[in-house]
């Protein structure tokens, strides 16, 4: 499981970083609606790692929950990393700061620090529903297989 972990949630950090730092490179860094795009490679990269971890794992008797768990492992390594870099990144680029506390109703209490922790906890809870759900639905692929 660690090894599909890590492999994954690597993937998905270099995919997080790049694509924000590509939208920034082209100015589109503030437009906060493209974090949508993030949903989406979260969401393929734990599709992956689940169908791989599934395919060794095929059988077990407490499948679900061991699957819930991978998926969160890997969203996990995906995801600290990158709520580090934006929390240095929002840290030494002030413009953007204020852009996203201008964007929030509750922008005057965003800082780097709980900016970064909002995307950390969004990540947590596309992971633990998206983990569950893909993970009925690689079984139930297997189950029609068979």
């Not at 970083?17 to 503030?30: D, I, Q, V, Y």
């Not at 596309?126 to 139930?140: C, G, K």
Request: proline content about 3%; cysteine-free.
């Amino acid at each position: 499981m660690q090894t599909i972990a890590f492999r994954y949630g690597l993937w998905m950090f270099i995919g997080f970083t790049g694509f924000f730092l590509l939208m920034h490179g082209f100015g589109l860094s503030e437009k906060s609606y493209f974090r949508i795009l993030n949903g989406v490679i979260h969401l393929g990269f734990l599709w992956a790692a689940l169908r791989d971890w599934s395919q060794y794992h095929h059988g077990d008797a407490n499948e679900y929950p061991s699957g819930v768990v991978a998926g969160m492992f890997t969203s996990l390594v995906g995801i600290i990393p990158f709520t580090v870099f934006m929390a240095i990144f929002l840290s030494y680029n002030p413009a953007l700061m204020v852009s996203i506390q201008e964007q929030s109703p509750i922008g005057e209490y965003f800082n780097p620090f709980t900016s970064s922790l909002f995307i950390f906890v969004e990540g947590l809870a596309i992971s633990l529903i998206a983990s569950y759900i893909i993970i009925r639905i690689v079984e139930a692929r297997h189950e029609q297989t068979l």
